[in-house]
């Protein structure tokens, strides 16, 4: 089967999703910072009563945050972006690559019909998805095929 039909098949939920953290709109953006760094992670999914309102991103953080410490104790609401694209649960791998190029984003929250938070497309799904599915390609293969060693290292 050829990558192309492989990703416009792969339901979007068989891949991992979950390089998100969740907080509530009025979580104030000192504790967002601290959640995000200490969980190790680039992307906060906004929720009020459950439902998605925002996503704050590194991207977020560098245009309304770096150089606005007055920020810091506000709420997320004021400087996240409000109604990102969403992706349902039913896409595909392939429709979240199309919105990621066509929007020019690192991170598509995947939703239910009612709203909830199923996860987050990141590159980071899709390089761990084509280097599961073809694991002899990539994992077996050095950087360059035409490099050899020319002495023995280590011991």
Known sequence: MKL????????????DLSHYITVSADTTVRD??????????????VLRDGQLVGIFTDRDILR????HPETWD?????????????LTENATAADALSLMNQL?????????????????F??????????DS???????????PKRVARRQYGG
Not at 122 to 131: D, W
Request: aromatic share 4%; with cysteine; net charge positive.
């Open 32 to 45: 967002v910072l601290q959640t995000l760094r200490q969980s190790k992670r680039n992307c906060a999914l």
């Open 74 to 86: 506000q709420p997320i609401a004021t400087v996240m972006t409000p109604n990102p694209r969403t």
């Open 134 to 144: 073809f694991p002899i390609t990539i994992y077996n293969r050095p950087p360059d």
């Open 64 to 67: 309304r945050v770096v150089e």
């Open 104 to 120: 020019h984003v690192r991170n598509v929250p995947v939703v239910r019909a009612n709203g909830e938070v199923v996860g987050n």
């Open 4 to 15: 192309l039909d492989t990703l416009q098949h792969e339901p979007i939920t068989s891949l």
């Open 122 to 131: 990141t590159p980071y799904a899709i390089v761990r998805f084509l280097a």
